[in-house]
């Protein structure tokens, strides 16, 4: 089978040599997703539930350059270094996910690549 990558031109992928995304067939795998912008700083400092619809939404963009949509998405995962921002980042994904309910976790880390981030989320996706 193919091996397509897809890239969002992220601060990290080249150096650190990693994708956005990945599909095979009929699967995509999209890496952690942070809200970073060009300097790898969150666009939404402070902000969990800014940080974490904005990472859903590039999630989505990744989905859909791979051929695949919300709807496909069949396991999510949840970093989050605050356990007092879990219901804002709950609140994101059940916006996103309420209809569609994948296998979903969420675990609370001492941090991420940034301080600036709060939360990092990744998606599986199958058709």
Same mark, same amino acid.
Request: proline content about 5%; overall charge negative.
């Given at each position: ?23 095979? /067939? ?5 890496? &952690?997703?942070?809200?970073? /912008?060009?300097?790898? %700083?969150?666009?939404?400092? &402070?902000?969990? &539930? ?13 989905? +859909? ?5 919300? /709807?496909?998405?069949? %396991? ?6 605050? +356990? ?13 996910? /309420?209809?569609?309910?994948? +296998? ?20 599986? +996706?199958?058709?």
């Amino acid at each position: 089978m193919t091996r397509r990558l897809i890239s969002s031109g992220g601060p990290w992928e080249e150096s650190a040599g990693y994708s956005r995304a990945v599909v095979i /067939g009929e699967a995509c795998w999209v890496s &952690g997703t942070t809200d970073a /912008g060009p300097d790898g %700083r969150s666009r939404h400092p &402070g902000d969990a &539930g800014a940080q974490a619809r904005a990472a859903l939404e590039i999630i989505e963009q990744a989905l +859909a350059d791979g051929g695949f949509e919300l /709807g496909d998405v069949v %396991r999510t995962r949840m970093y989050v270094t605050d +356990a007092a921002n879990v219901p804002a980042v709950l609140e994101a994904h059940g916006q996103r996910f /309420g209809a569609i309910r994948p +296998a979903s976790a969420m675990v609370i880390v001492a941090g991420l690549i940034e301080p600036s981030l709060l939360v990092e989320i990744e998606a599986d +996706a199958h058709r």
